[in-house]
C-alpha cells in the first residue's frame, strides 16, 4: 500500500505561484509513477501532468504547458508541482495519484493510477 498526503495549496492571486508537494510513503518509490490532476466544482477530474518512475519524462496538459512544471525527487518520495502565473481556471482541488510500474512511462490518464492522496484545494482570484 502506498498513502498519499498532499500539501501546499491556498489562495493566491492571478499571476502568482504555488508549489504543491506530495509525500508517499512506503517503500522503492522510484518504481512509481506519479500524477497530479485537478477538479473544479461541477467539472470532472482531468490530468494536469505527470512524470515517469525515474523523473527524465513528463506530460503536461495544454492548458499548463510552459506554466507548471512536475518534478520527482526519489530520495524524498516526494513529487512536486511548481505552478506560476495561476489563473482563475487553474482553480479547483488538486490530488496527487501513483502508479507502480516497471515501465518508464508519464501516465496521463486516471485510469493508470491505484493510489490517490486525499486533495488540497487551490483558489485563484482575480
Known amino acids: 500500500q502506498v498513502q498519499l498526503v498532499e500539501s501546499g495549496g491556498g489562495l493566491v492571486q492571478a499571476g502568482g505561484s504555488l508549489r504543491l508537494s506530495c509525500a508517499a510513503s512506503?517503500?522503492?518509490?522510484?518504481?512509481?509513477?506519479m500524477g497530479w490532476f485537478r477538479q473544479a466544482p461541477g467539472k470532472e477530474r482531468e490530468v494536469v501532468a505527470a512524470?515517469?518512475?525515474?523523473?527524465?519524462?513528463?506530460y503536461y496538459a495544454d492548458s499548463v504547458k510552459g506554466r507548471f512544471t512536475i518534478s520527482k525527487d526519489n530520495a524524498k518520495n516526494t513529487v512536486y508541482l511548481q505552478m506560476n502565473s495561476l489563473k482563475p481556471d487553474d482553480t479547483a482541488v488538486y490530488y496527487c495519484?501513483?502508479?507502480?510500474?516497471?515501465?518508464?512511462?508519464?501516465?496521463?490518464?486516471?485510469?493508470?493510477?491505484?493510489?490517490w492522496g486525499q486533495g488540497t484545494q487551490v483558489t485563484v482570484s482575480s
Open positions: 512524470i515517469s518512475p525515474s523523473g527524465d519524462r513528463a
Open positions: 495519484a501513483a502508479r507502480r510500474s516497471l515501465l518508464n512511462y508519464a501516465y496521463y490518464s486516471d485510469s493508470h493510477y491505484d493510489y
Open positions: 512506503g517503500r522503492a518509490y522510484n518504481n512509481y509513477a
